[in-house]
């Protein structure tokens, strides 16, 4: 196994306080990083964090995927000596938050480039991202590439961010995520407005609950920390600007009532009564005039 030292402390530093662990993927546990970094699989980007891109390649020359398809050495792969399977792992230089509302153009553009890659090495893309081989336990044939860490902007050189993503891809990795957010936080804007006068721990659980029922649409649903962590976000941010989403309301409903009140407009007709005004001629208001009219025609 070619790891040294640097890299081990390196990698303990980055991994979550209590990782995901496990020996057979069937069955997961929460352990302290001491215990979890002795396990085959673990967790090493951190909740709400993308430290590490990993991609999952079911081939048995796996480990020179990202050579035959031209793209930078990967921070290192670690490989199932029985079959040849690997996964390809791209440390970044600055660590993306996933959940924070304000930094969702960079999620979208960091999930872009994931895509990207994983196209082109040919990766799994029903992987959930959560757990990879671990680097440092001997039962992986793990090799360093290299100690560089990546620039977004340097790996988006590699892939086209033009290509409309399709269904699946919008599902895989950070596009969970991403579709999350975005299904949510339209909903949110305009759910706010039923929970004016209400607490923000009500408005919170609402939110929650509606992260949770568009996560239970993904393939592999996101953990729940990775939800919640989303739906406090949003429903921060829209708690915080519910005045301004009321106002966008309001003036919203008077443009439309602007057009629709445009669109209604009629030519003159010189025998209607709007026209002629009989009202006048009789000394009355208009609204006394229709309502005899009424009257009259409902004792006809």
């Known amino acids: 196994m070619n790891i040294n030292l640097n890299f081990k402390a390196q990698f303990f530093k980055n991994l979550p306080y209590k990782p995901y662990c496990t020996n057979d993927l069937g069955c997961t546990f929460i352990n302290s990083k001491e215990h979890a970094v ?21 081939d048995p ?6 050579y035959d398809a031209n793209l930078p050495p990967p921070s290192w792969t670690a490989q199932n000596p029985e079959n040849g399977h690997a996964h390809i792992v791209y440390e ?28 082109k090495l040919g990766a799994d893309m029903g992987y959930a991202q959560l757990l990879t081989k671990n680097p440092c336990h001997n039962h992986w044939r793990v090799k360093m590439w290299t100690k560089e860490k990546y620039e977004l902007d340097y790996l988006a050189d590699f892939v086209d961010l033009t ?16 579709t999350l957010f975005e299904s949510v936080r339209k909903w949110a804007y305009k759910a706010i407005r039923a929970k004016r006068g209400s607490t923000f721990n009500d408005w919170l659980n609402d939110v929650i609950e509606h992260c949770d029922r568009v996560n239970r649409s993904f393939s592999t649903p996101l953990p729940y920390s990775e ?14 600007n519910d005045a301004y989403f009321y106002q966008e309301f309001i003036d919203r409903q008077s443009r ?14 010189e025998e209607s009564e709007r026209t002629l005004k009989p009202w006048e001629k009789q000394g009355i208001s208009r609204r006394s005039y229709y309502y005899k009219k009424s009257k009259n025609n409902c004792t006809k």
Not at 46 to 58: G, M
Not at 107 to 114: E, F, M, N
Not at 256 to 269: A, E, L, N, T
């Open 61 to 66: 020359q796996a480990v020179m995927s990202w």
């Open 38 to 58: 002795t396990k085959r699989y673990i967790q090493c980007n951190p909740p709400h964090q993308i430290v590490y891109l990993i991609f999952d390649v079911d």
């Open 227 to 240: 939800i919640k962590a989303t739906a406090k976000s949003i429903a921060r941010y829209c708690w915080k």
């Open 163 to 178: 290509s409309k993503p399709k269904k699946q891809q919008e599902v895989f990795g950070l596009g969970r995520n991403c």
């Open 92 to 119: 970044l230089k600055t660590p993306v938050l996933t959940t924070n509302a304000s930094r969702q153009k960079i999620v979208r553009y960091l999930s872009a480039i994931q895509v990207g890659l994983a196209q």
């Open 256 to 269: 439309k009532g602007r057009i629709g009140g445009q669109k209604s407009k009629r030519g003159r007709k």
